[in-house]
C-alpha cells in the first residue's frame, strides 16, 4: 500500500497538472473526486470577465480550493513531522508553482515589430490619383488621340525639355 | 553520463526547441496581421518583421546542429543509437522548415487577399475627370500608371495607382498564385531535393514537376493580371532555362 505522503505527492502533481490544462471536464471530474462541486461555465466567465490576470488553465481560485480540501484530507493522515510540515506550506508553494507556470507565454520577438514598423521605407502616395494635364499656357487639356507631349492648341510643350521623354 | 539519461536531455532539448519555433510562429502570424493594418495595408514593414523572424528560426536549427555536434553525439556510445539520434534532429529540422513554409504561405497571402480585395474595391470608386467632372470607369484587373480617355469630353486623364493598387503587381499577384499552386510547389521542391540525394533519374522527375508547377503559377498570375498571357511562353521559358543551367544533362 503506498504510503500517505506518496498519495499526497500524487493527488497534488494531479491537481497542478489538470488546473495548467485546458481539459475543463478532466478538471471538474478531478474536483469532483476530491468531494467538491466544481464552478459552472457561468460562474468561470463571471470571474475571468472581473479582470482577473490572464494565466493559462483553470481559475486559480479553483486550484486553491481543491488544494485545501487534499489538505484537510490528508491531515489525520500525517504521520511524520515532514509531512506535517509539508502540508502546513502546501496551499502557499502550490500556488505560486501554478501561477508561475500559468503565465502566459512572453513575446519571442523582442522588438522585431517594432523595429520593423520604424525603420521601414514608405513608398509612393497612398491614394490613387486621377487628373488631366492641362497646358501651362492656354489650360487646354490633352484630348484623346492626339500626340501627348505637346499642346493640340498653343503648341507648347508639357514635359520640360531633358525630361527623358522621346523628340 | 549514460546513454539514456543523454537521449533523455536531447529529447527535452528538441521539444524545447519545438515548442520555441511553434511560438515563435504564432507571434509571426499575430505580429505580421497587426504590422499590416497598423501600416493601412502596406506590406513593407510585415516583410521587413519577417525577414526578422526567418533570422531567428534559421538561429534555432543552427542550435540543434550546434547542440548534436558539441554535447550529444559526444556523450553517445558508437551504434544504432547514434543514427538514431540524428535522425530526430533531422525530422525536427524538415518539420521547422515546413512550419516555416506554411505560416509564411498563410500570413503573406493573407496579406494579399486582404490587399487585392483592398484594391477592387479603390478602383471601383468613382473617378472624376478633372476637366469636366465626369465619372471616368477604370479598367479593373489593371494595376498600373495609364491614361484613361474621359467618355464625356474625350480629354485625356492620368491614372497614378495608390500603393494599396500598385501592391498588386508588386507583392499580391505572387502570393496568390503561389497559394493556389502551393501543392505543385510542393511536389516540385521535394523532387528537387531529390537530385541533391542522387535519386536515380530524378532530375527528369524533378523538371516535369517544376513545369507543371510553373505553367499553374503562371496561370494562376494570368488570372489576376489578364496582360501577363503575353508574356507566358517567354516567362516559362526562362524559369525552366534556369532550373537547366543548374541541373545540366
Redesign the interface.
Known amino acids: 500500500m503506498t504510503a500517505p505522503a506518496d498519495q499526497l505527492q500524487a493527488l497534488v502533481e494531479q491537481a497542478n497538472r489538470l488546473a495548467l490544462s485546458s481539459d475543463e471536464p478532466g478538471w471538474d471530474t478531478f474536483v469532483r473526486s476530491v468531494g467538491l462541486t466544481p464552478l459552472s461555465a457561468e460562474q468561470r466567465a463571471f470571474i475571468r470577465a472581473s479582470g482577473v490576470p490572464k494565466l493559462k488553465g483553470m481559475l486559480p481560485v479553483e486550484l486553491r480550493v481543491v488544494l485545501e480540501a487534499i489538505r484537510a484530507r490528508f491531515a489525520p493522515m500525517a504521520d511524520s513531522e515532514s509531512m506535517k510540515t509539508d502540508l502546513l506550506v502546501l496551499v502557499d508553494r502550490e500556488m505560486l508553482r501554478f501561477v508561475a507556470a500559468a503565465q502566459p507565454p512572453k513575446s519571442v520577438l523582442p522588438g522585431i515589430f517594432a523595429n520593423a514598423q520604424r525603420t521601414a521605407v514608405r513608398l509612393g502616395p497612398q491614394a490613387d490619383s486621377l487628373s488631366a494635364q492641362k497646358c501651362t499656357c492656354c489650360g487646354a487639356a490633352r484630348p484623346a488621340e492626339s500626340d501627348l507631349r505637346s499642346c493640340t492648341f498653343c503648341g507648347q510643350s508639357f514635359f520640360p525639355p531633358g525630361a527623358g521623354l522621346p523628340a | 553520463m549514460s546513454d539514456l539519461e543523454t537521449v533523455k536531455r536531447w529529447d527535452a532539448f528538441l521539444a524545447k526547441i519545438r515548442e520555441?519555433v511553434l511560438?515563435?510562429l504564432a507571434?509571426?502570424e499575430e505580429?505580421c496581421a497587426?504590422?499590416l493594418d497598423?501600416?493601412?495595408l502596406?506590406p513593407?514593414?510585415?516583410t521587413?518583421?519577417w525577414m526578422?523572424?526567418e533570422n531567428?528560426l534559421h538561429e534555432l536549427r543552427a542550435k540543434i546542429d550546434a547542440t548534436w555536434f558539441e554535447k550529444v553525439e559526444p556523450g553517445l556510445t558508437p551504434g544504432e543509437s547514434v543514427d538514431r539520434e540524428l535522425a530526430k534532429s533531422r525530422a525536427l529540422e524538415h518539420d521547422i522548415e515546413r512550419l516555416k513554409d506554411e505560416t509564411e504561405l498563410k500570413i503573406f497571402a493573407g496579406a494579399a487577399a486582404k490587399i487585392y480585395e483592398q484594391a477592387r474595391v479603390?478602383?471601383a470608386?468613382d473617378?472624376?475627370?478633372?476637366?469636366c467632372g465626369a465619372a471616368?470607369p477604370?479598367k479593373q484587373a489593371f494595376f498600373r500608371s495609364r491614361?484613361?480617355?474621359?467618355p464625356f469630353?474625350?480629354?485625356?486623364?492620368?491614372?497614378?495607382?495608390?500603393?494599396?493598387?500598385?501592391a498588386v503587381e508588386g507583392f499580391c499577384v505572387d502570393q496568390l498564385a503561389k497559394q493556389k499552386t502551393w501543392a505543385l510547389l510542393q511536389k516540385s521542391r521535394q523532387t528537387e531535393r531529390a537530385i541533391r540525394d542522387d535519386a536515380p533519374a530524378s532530375v527528369t522527375v524533378a523538371e516535369k514537376a517544376l513545369r507543371e508547377y510553373l505553367t499553374a503559377y503562371l496561370r494562376a498570375r494570368i488570372e489576376i493580371v489578364p496582360e501577363y498571357a503575353a508574356n507566358f511562353d517567354k516567362d516559362l521559358a526562362g524559369k525552366m532555362a534556369f532550373f537547366r543551367s543548374q541541373y545540366p544533362g
Do not use: W, Y
Not at chain 2, 473617378?127 to 476637366?131: I, M, N, R, V
Not at chain 2, 491614361?147 to 474621359?150: D, G, P, S, W
Open positions: 520555441r511560438e515563435t507571434q509571426a505580429g497587426m504590422l497598423l501600416n493601412s502596406d513593407q514593414p510585415m521587413i518583421a526578422a523572424i531567428q479603390n478602383l470608386k473617378h472624376s475627370c478633372t476637366q471616368v477604370l491614361h484613361e480617355t474621359c469630353c474625350s480629354s485625356v486623364n492620368t491614372f497614378v495607382p495608390g500603393s494599396t493598387v500598385a
